[in-house]
């Protein structure tokens, strides 16, 4: 009986044992663990805190489904694959580090990271990742905007979507307008493709890693354009459409430069062509301005070698020049005149011109400051005159036609008749004057007759006829009273 009492008292003494630990089990789970069913709701609620916490499934204690952690480096909650080895492949972390960063991230079940969620200077930041963790794409948020950028394995950037919001770039600057960009890049990372916007312009520039803008294509408050480059940008095409203009420029290099090879504009104000040759020089120029129009070929030193004018309601015309700088060959004409020059390519001082106008045509022969030849009409025909080289010496000579006859004339180089031939109706007449253009000869035939006077002063000497009687001779004195006869 002692024995069983003793046996009891052991076991009594072994279970206080066991309850005390358990009391202290209790009150160190107390600490963590609290159970609330005071509400005046009647709802119980259970409080837990801890430094680690680990979620097993019911059907397999093996496992880990979830764990949450607290250290140094900062909290982290894990949600594992099932099945996995080791019972403990994270796929999805959720954490803040020590700097009180959070950071959400999505693992493969190769353990790489598929997907990272993170806050960086303030603003967030979205990773997508490929096999092995290859990049793949991330998005960011940016003061005042955003970007997208899709990535290649080796993590360069192949494409990227940009705003940026506008505002003022610095005290007493202008503002900046929004602006969003699209970016393309080669696998080198060299930009071959990129579209911009600011909401009031938009352009396109297109290319290749060693020339990213062979192809530029814009679009402006004031218009459109559009710029073409080969390689090395040895040749280039430019076009632009505004409001007040449109031009399409084919120019070597890549800025014109006024050297272009090829430039057609066109306006409110007209169209015009311009053609230059290899060495910049321009060669022609095809206007139509005004209500008018042009063609002009430009020789060396912009001279121009052929020019064709049209001025609408004024005249039109045409010159071509030699490879001097005279004139050489221009026409003219306009509602009342018709106008034809040729210029000696080696002195503009000579030259053949004829004209017409209001029905009345001339021909002019010039050499130096004098005329040599004119030829025209006058009211009963045409007439020809040749002048004299030497102003002081030299005559003039005129060949004309009348109603009934021609006429020659030869007189000194002030206009002075010395000599005139001429016809009449009744037959041919010569008088001679003096230098004061006073007649003293008359040689004429009268139908069947011919006669020849003499005189001095203006008085008759001698006349000489012949009729068909025969010949008489006369002699005068100064008064006109007749001295002698014969026969």
Same mark, same amino acid.
């Given at each position: 009986m002692n024995e069983e009492i003793e046996q009891l008292k052991d076991t009594l003494a072994s279970m *206080? &044992?066991?309850?005390?630990?358990?009391?202290?089990?209790?009150?160190?789970?107390?600490?963590?663990?609290?159970?609330?069913?005071? =509400?005046?709701?009647?709802?119980e609620r259970v409080y837990m805190e801890c430094t680690d916490f680990t979620?097993?499934?019911?059907?397999?204690?093996?496992?880990?489904?979830?764990h949450v952690g607290a250290g140094q480096q900062g909290v982290y909650f894990d949600l594992h694959y099932p099945g996995m080895e080791h019972n403990m492949h994270t796929a999805i972390r959720?954490?803040?580090?020590?700097?009180?960063v959070p950071h959400v991230q999505v693992f493969g079940r190769d353990w790489k990271t598929?997907?990272?969620?993170?806050v960086q200077n303030d603003h967030g930041l979205a990773a997508v990742l490929g096999a092995e963790g290859a990049p793949g794409a991330v998005m960011?948020?940016?003061?005042?905007?955003?970007?997208?950028?899709?990535?290649?394995?080796?993590? *360069? &950037?192949?494409?990227?979507?940009?705003?940026?919001?506008?505002?003022?770039?610095?005290?007493?600057?202008?503002?900046?307008?929004?602006?969003?960009?699209?970016l393309f890049a080669s696998a080198q990372g060299s930009t071959v493709l990129k579209l911009h916007t600011d909401g009031t312009s938009s352009f396109m520039a297109a290319g290749t890693p060693a020339q990213p803008d062979g192809a530029v294509l814009g679009m402006g408050p004031d218009g459109g354009s559009l710029m073409l480059h080969s390689k090395e940008n040895k040749n280039s095409i430019s076009m632009m459409c505004g409001e007040l203009i449109s031009c399409l420029k084919m120019h070597p290099g890549k800025v014109p430069d006024g050297n272009d090879g090829l430039s057609l504009l066109a306006g409110d104000f007209g169209?015009?062509?311009?053609?230059?040759?290899?060495?910049?020089?321009?060669?022609?120029?095809? +206007?139509?301005?005004?209500?008018?129009?042009?063609?002009?070929?430009?020789? =060396?030193?912009?001279?121009?070698?052929?020019?064709? *004018?049209?001025?609408?309601?004024?005249?039109? +015309?045409?010159?071509?020049?030699?490879?001097?700088?005279?004139?050489?060959?221009?026409?003219?004409?306009?509602?009342?005149?018709?106008?034809?020059?040729?210029? +000696?390519?080696?002195?503009?001082?000579c030259h053949i011109s004829a004209s017409v106008a209001k029905g009345s045509p001339s021909l002019m022969v010039t050499d130096g400051s004098r005329p040599l030849v004119m030829a025209g009409r006058t009211e009963h025909g045409g007439v020809i005159c040749a002048y004299g080289l030497k102003e002081a010496e030299g005559g003039i000579a005129s060949l004309s036609g009348g109603p009934l006859g021609g006429e020659l004339a030869?007189?000194?180089?002030?206009?002075?008749?010395?000599? &005139?031939?001429?016809?009449?109706?009744?037959?041919?007449?010569?008088?001679?004057?003096?230098?004061?253009?006073?007649q003293r000869v008359t040689l004429a035939a009268y139908d069947e007759a011919g006669s020849m006077v003499l005189n001095n002063t203006g008085?008759?000497?001698?006349?000489?006829?012949?009729?068909?009687?025969?010949?008489?001779?006369?002699?005068?004195?100064p008064e006109g009273k007749m001295l002698a006869q014969l026969p």
């Open positions: *206080r &044992t066991e309850l005390d630990e358990l009391k202290s089990r209790l009150a160190r789970i107390s600490r963590y663990v609290t159970v609330d069913n005071e =509400d005046d709701d009647g709802v979620l097993r499934p019911a059907h397999d204690r093996r496992q880990i489904a979830a959720l954490s803040v580090d020590e700097e009180g598929r997907l990272e969620l993170m960011r948020a940016l003061p005042g905007g955003g970007s997208v950028a899709v990535l290649q394995p080796d993590g *360069r &950037t192949r494409g990227v979507l940009f705003h940026q919001d506008g505002g003022e770039e610095g005290q007493g600057a202008q503002e900046k307008a929004s602006s969003t960009d699209l169209s015009s062509i311009e053609l230059h040759d290899e060495k910049g020089a321009q060669r022609v120029d095809i +206007s139509a301005l005004g209500g008018g129009a042009g063609l002009v070929f430009l020789k =060396d030193g912009e001279d121009e070698a052929l020019a064709l *004018r049209h001025a609408p309601g004024s005249h039109s +015309s045409l010159s071509m020049r030699g490879g001097s700088k005279a004139e050489g060959v221009f026409l003219f004409a306009n509602d009342e005149t018709a106008f034809v020059k040729v210029t +000696s390519p080696d002195d503009e001082t030869i007189c000194s180089n002030d206009g002075t008749r010395l000599m &005139t031939l001429h016809s009449t109706d009744h037959g041919g007449r010569m008088l001679i004057n003096n230098d004061l253009g006073m008085s008759n000497g001698l006349i000489a006829t012949v009729t068909p009687e025969g010949g008489r001779l006369t002699l005068l004195d």
